[in-house]
């Protein structure tokens, strides 16, 4: 698993858009995405493509996202979790 529990939860509040969820929480998803990629690269180990948290945050963390594929992988983490 290439996100820790903690970093997966602060991916989901953002995706669910939990109470009180607001910038900071989006801030710490990118910031846990980031640490990930940094870890694959360390560990140099292959990207979790089929993770939609990381579907997610590629579409979140993307100058120009598709904003179609990112509600997608939205509902992918919500229905996942439930």
């Keep these: ?4 529990s903690q970093e997966r939860e602060a991916i989901r ?3 669910v858009g ?3 969820c607001g910038l900071l929480v989006r801030d710490y998803a990118i910031a846990a995405h980031h640490a ?3 870890r694959v690269r360390k560990e140099n180990t292959p990207l979790p493509y089929d993770d939609p948290h990381f579907e997610f945050m590629r579409e979140v963390d993307n100058p120009c996202p ?5 509600a ?6 919500i229905h996942d979790h439930d």
């Excluded at 698993?1 to 820790?4: E, K």
């Excluded at 598709?66 to 990112?70: A, E, S, T, V």
């Excluded at 997608?72 to 983490?77: E, L, Q, T």
């Design 13 to 15: 509040a953002w995706a």
């Design 66 to 70: 598709d904003l179609g594929l990112r």
């Design 36 to 38: 990930m990629l940094d």
């Design 72 to 77: 997608k992988y939205r509902r992918k983490i």
């Design 1 to 4: 698993m290439a996100y820790t």
């Design 18 to 20: 939990s109470p009180g």
